[in-house]
């Protein structure tokens, strides 16, 4: 199994570019999850989605757009992006079904975006 | 949501048992308490998780205290390998997988 995997690893940005933040998963997981991480603070969640067709906002989700057509993938879209979109993003999925609370998060290696 | 503190740094001989600990004094009683780690800003990676009674894996070990507001992990002989940022979080119950990082604890094992 792959595990998760984010795609591109590295991306530079123009102010007013649009682009999308690939995340993939081969684990059926259901719940999936977007975060952004600034030099020297944890994680913030930005988006999540409990399963196919569903989404959700997190602590940080201004500027961003998700959905959730297939349980393999969930791609961030950034429609405008903007130098405070200067991060490191991280993809995460979960195995929730049947209600699970005993499963550990696998994350992706992270997109290092740069808007300049 | 249920928080967690936890201090900002810590020191740790090479060799030496680690003991980080967390306070989450507003956990309910069906919500799990779990370790992960980050690094050089790689994806985090889980260590362990538990809900009442004390675990151990062969990365670490966790001990809750019997009120539930507070545990340490315990990494018995840290190497220089195991210098990461570690986050303790409460995962909520009816959330789901949807886990908050706070700021974790930055280890630095020394030689």
């Known amino acids: 199994n792959a595990g998760v995997t984010q795609t591109p690893k590295f991306q530079v940005l123009k102010t007013g570019q649009s682009m999308t933040l690939q995340c993939a998963q081969d684990?059926?997981?259901?719940?999936m999850s977007w975060y952004r991480q600034d030099p020297g603070m944890g994680l913030r969640l930005i988006h999540y989605s409990v399963g196919a067709g569903i989404t959700d906002q997190g602590e940080v989700p201004n500027g961003y757009n998700v959905s959730r057509s297939t349980t393999e993938d969930f791609p961030l879209r950034l429609l405008s992006a903007a130098p405070s979109q200067t991060s490191v993003y991280f993809c995460?999925?979960?195995?929730?079904?049947?209600?699970?609370?005993?499963?550990?998060?696998?994350f992706g290696q992270g997109t290092r975006l740069t808007v300049v | 949501d249920a928080k967690t503190t936890q201090p900002p740094s810590m020191d740790c001989a090479e060799g030496r048992a680690a003991n980080l600990p967390c306070n989450h004094s507003t956990i309910s009683g069906n919500e799990y308490v779990y370790w992960y780690r980050q690094i050089h800003s790689q994806g985090p990676q889980y260590i362990i998780h538990g809900l009442k009674n004390n675990e151990t894996n062969e990365m670490a070990s966790l001990i809750i205290t019997e009120d539930r507001k507070s545990s340490t992990l315990i990494l018995p002989h840290a190497t220089l390998r195991d210098t990461a940022v570690y986050y303790c979080i409460v995962r909520i119950y009816n959330q789901g997988g949807k886990l908050i990082f706070g700021q974790g604890t930055e280890l630095s094992v020394k030689p």
């Open positions: 684990m059926n997981h259901e719940y």
């Open positions: 995460a999925s979960i195995d929730t079904g049947t209600d699970k609370m005993n499963t550990e998060a696998f």
